[in-house]
């Protein structure tokens, strides 16, 4: 089965560092989604592209937060600098929107602290 | 605006019993509804989802879901629950404010099975 790749799957680090995460959508979708996870609020949005281009990104902290997709296999989410309180499952998903009825496919996320 | 409601933050049943997870729903024109499944340091998994026709879904590992248009409700089922179906559960409408690609997601509803 075709899956949701993201790396690295644990990242721990300082605050104030710079903290990369990537996922690789599934080959054909055109959607791809970014989401934190937390105890406290749940699945949260963060961003979303169709076809590469950002669609939404008003989840994003956009001071410290950017998400791109450099081409149609990459999209990376960076944090800069990062914080405690940036502590949380960061997840991707990808699905291939001809309408409204498709499910997304998600990977299985990256677990970051930020100390 | 789109909306989805997960009444019970959990939910327990022992093994062999019946189980049923609650969904209700609040959107402006026809509904497309979905349910995840998230097993633990994994990400959500499409289980079924609701787009027209019969009221009754049947999706993976057995689960169903019934469509209640009068009662705006998608609520989960499965007439006999297995440990291994301890989990947490999201139910999600898709939103068509954002031309039908962003997805509303419930607070989720964590299942236990007891053997």
């Known amino acids: 089965d075709a899956r949701v790749t993201q790396t690295p799957r644990h990242k721990v680090t300082e605050m104030g560092q710079e903290v990369t995460m990537r996922c690789q959508p599934i080959?054909?979708?055109?959607?791809v989604f970014w989401y934190r996870q937390t105890m406290m609020q749940g699945l949260e949005l963060l961003a979303y592209?169709?076809?590469?281009?950002?669609?939404?990104d008003s989840g994003m902290p956009k001071d410290r937060f950017s998400a791109e997709m450099p081409d149609a296999t990459l999209a990376t989410l960076k944090i800069q600098p990062s914080e405690p309180r940036d502590s949380a499952v960061y997840f991707c998903?990808?699905?291939?929107?001809?309408?409204?009825?498709?499910?997304?496919?998600f990977g299985d996320g990256t677990r970051l602290s930020i100390l | 605006a789109q909306s989805v409601a997960q009444p019970e933050d959990q939910v327990n049943v022992a093994e062999g019993n019946p189980l049923t997870v609650k969904c209700t729903y609040s959107?402006?024109?026809?509904?497309?509804l979905f349910w995840y499944v998230q097993y633990p340091n994994r990400g959500l998994q499409f289980l079924l989802k609701?787009?027209?026709?019969?009221?009754l879904v049947k999706g993976s590992y057995g689960f169903e879901a019934e469509f209640n248009k009068s009662q705006t409700s998608f609520h989960l089922k499965k007439p006999s629950a297995l440990v291994s179906d301890s989990a947490l559960y999201f139910c999600?409408?898709?939103?068509?404010?954002?031309?039908?690609?962003?997805?509303?997601f419930g607070a989720g509803t964590r299942l236990f099975v007891k053997a």
């Open positions: 998903a990808s699905g291939l929107f001809s309408g409204e009825d498709q499910p997304q496919h």
């Open positions: 080959l054909g979708h055109n959607t």
């Open positions: 592209f169709r076809n590469r281009a950002p669609l939404d």
């Open positions: 959107v402006s024109g026809n509904p497309y």
């Open positions: 609701y787009i027209t026709g019969d009221n």
């Open positions: 999600a409408v898709r939103d068509y404010g954002t031309g039908g690609f962003k997805t509303i």
